[in-house]
């Protein structure tokens, strides 16, 4: 019995796969696993990655996903419709065809019209963050980049106050942590430990590749597998995973 969290796969399907081998991930509902989001661009398995933990979740109870920005910004693109005349020229204008969704949407525009809109409601479904999580007594606030408050003063001054109050929500997905050692402390969530991806930790190992990176109330799991389709160039990046129960850590290199 055991909980893992994992976040930002961006297409890296094969090794997301690879991963659920090294932790023996068990499908009889006495483990649970938690993927934070941005499952989605960058990666050569962007779209198949996506669709691959949809059904994981669709056929499993213990599996649960995410928004991460990645998601977010898809939805927008495909709701919106902003390629719908002009997807030869998004390379040039368009910012989330420039932030690995080129290959995304090209695949998405493949499928058929039902599939389509079968994946824009679920996009649509996906939760933003989870802080109901216990694990061994430990309260944990899961989300793809940051723990949201009510409160403004709990807001950390590197955000923008007024996105904020439009769009609150916005902060759990976008949200970057400006110092490495930056707490999330808030008086509601005492005690809790944020679990969160979106910024790769940018803290390396002994063998000079990133590894998780935890402060006293909050633990960055993406270790960059964004970079991973390019290894040759940019070895120090893989994708890793945690386990809450005894917060072990597991790598795919
Ligand atoms: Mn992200």
């Known amino acids: 019995m055991a909980t893992y969290v994992i976040s930002d796969i961006h297409g890296q399907l094969n090794k997301f796969k690879e991963m659920l081998a090294l932790i023996n991930f068990k499908y009889d509902a006495s483990d649970e696993l938690h993927i934070l989001g941005d499952m989605v661009d960058w990666g050569k398995q962007s779209l198949e990655a996506l669709l691959y933990c949809k059904e994981l979740e669709e056929k499993y109870s213990f599996v649960h996903l995410y928004r991460g920005n990645h998601e977010h910004m898809m939805l927008k693109n495909l709701i919106n419709r902003d390629y719908e005349d002009n997807f030869e020229n998004i390379k040039n204008g368009n910012w989330y065809a420039n932030n690995g969704g080129y290959e995304t949407y090209g695949a998405f525009q493949k499928l058929n019209k039902s599939k389509q809109e079968e994946i824009i409601q679920f996009l649509e479904q996906l939760p933003y963050f989870n802080d109901k999580e216990e694990v061994n007594g430990q309260k944990f606030y899961l989300a793809h980049a940051a723990a949201y408050t009510d409160s403004p003063n709990d807001v950390p001054q590197t955000y923008k106050r007024k996105q904020i109050h439009e769009d609150g929500f916005h902060f759990v997905i976008w949200h970057r942590y400006g110092e490495i050692d930056e707490t999330f402390a808030d008086e509601k969530y005492k005690g809790y430990i944020l679990i969160h991806g979106h910024t790769i930790t940018k803290v390396t190992g002994k063998d ?19 970079m991973m389709f390019k290894p040759e160039e940019y ?3 893989r994708l890793g995973c945690l386990r809450l129960d005894d917060m072990t850590e597991f790598y795919i290199n």
């Open 208 to 226: 000079g590749r990133y590894v998780i990176h935890r402060t006293n109330d909050r633990i960055c799991i993406d270790c960059g597998a964004k």
């Open 235 to 237: 070895p120090e990046y």
